[in-house]
């Protein structure tokens, strides 16, 4: 089983302000067919988890430009570059590797 | 208008049986993969089971191996998933999720979660 971490656990953000989320695996994720497989999901309060970046890197349809993926192998991030208050949530990084999904435990991203 | 609704959620006492199911519209249901994927009050998000497009082939976590079986029914466009000897550690917000493209080598990603359906699992 692939092993996925995040840090911060938690993270208070300021509206404006940039943030970072760091996703760890503990096997690359990069396919010989180049591919990334790492998503990422927004779980807001209430609701069902949203696709915000799949393959590491792409942008999902309808997802604002202020949110980014970057990363290869074991370690990927993922980057607001001006929180607004409708980010808050939790947000989570999935491999898509193996069909056996595995998630990582899920940053909570809150205003200050 | 794409749509994924659970139902068949309840409380049920451990040991006992229940199924989920899960109707999609507004997609060509019978040529996406479909997961289930659970969430614990309170906690993070667990893989539970997916199923091939043409419903040749499953895959489950091993928390739910041999208790749980996942199925579709591609003409009612509707995803299951029937749970045996349930246990108090099943309790939870169950989610289907469509997956799109194929992870064989290709794009694939899971795009679409329905709204959810509570399992209670108490004696």
């Known amino acids: 089983e692939i092993v996925m971490t995040q840090s911060p656990l938690s993270l208070p953000v300021t509206p404006g302000e940039p943030a970072s989320i760091s996703c760890k695996s503990s096997?690359?994720?990069?396919?010989?067919?180049?591919?990334?497989?790492l998503d990422w999901y927004l779980q807001k309060p209430g609701q069902s988890p949203q696709l915000l970046i799949y393959?590491?890197?792409n942008r999902a349809s309808g997802v604002p430009d202020r949110f980014s993926g970057s990363g290869s192998g074991t370690d990927f991030t993922l980057k607001i570059s001006s929180v607004e208050a409708e980010d808050v949530g939790v947000y989570y990084c999935?491999?898509?590797?193996?069909?056996?999904?595995?998630f990582g435990p899920g940053t909570k991203v809150e205003i200050k | 208008q794409m749509q994924l609704v659970e139902s068949g959620g309840s409380m049920v006492q451990p040991g006992r049986s229940l199924r989920l199911s899960c109707a999609a519209s507004?997609?060509?249901?019978?040529?996406?993969?479909m997961h289930w994927v659970r969430q614990a009050p309170g906690k993070g998000l667990e893989w539970v089971a997916f199923?091939?497009?043409?419903?040749?082939?499953?895959d489950y976590a091993d928390s739910v191996k041999g208790r749980f079986s996942i199925s579709r029914d591609n003409a009612r466009n509707t995803l299951y998933l029937q749970m045996n000897s349930l246990r108090v550690e099943d309790t939870a917000v169950y989610y289907c999720?469509?997956?799109?493209?194929?992870?064989?080598?290709?794009?694939?990603?899971?795009?679409?979660w329905g709204p959810g359906t509570l399992v209670t699992v108490s004696s």
């Open positions: 999720a469509r997956e799109v493209g194929s992870c064989s080598g290709g794009v694939c990603y899971v795009d679409y």
């Open positions: 199923v091939w497009h043409d419903g040749s082939n499953e």
């Open positions: 096997q690359s994720l990069l396919h010989e067919n180049a591919y990334n497989y």
């Open positions: 507004g997609f060509t249901f019978r040529i996406f993969g």
């Open positions: 393959l590491g890197s």
């Open positions: 999935m491999q898509s590797l193996q069909t056996s999904r595995t």
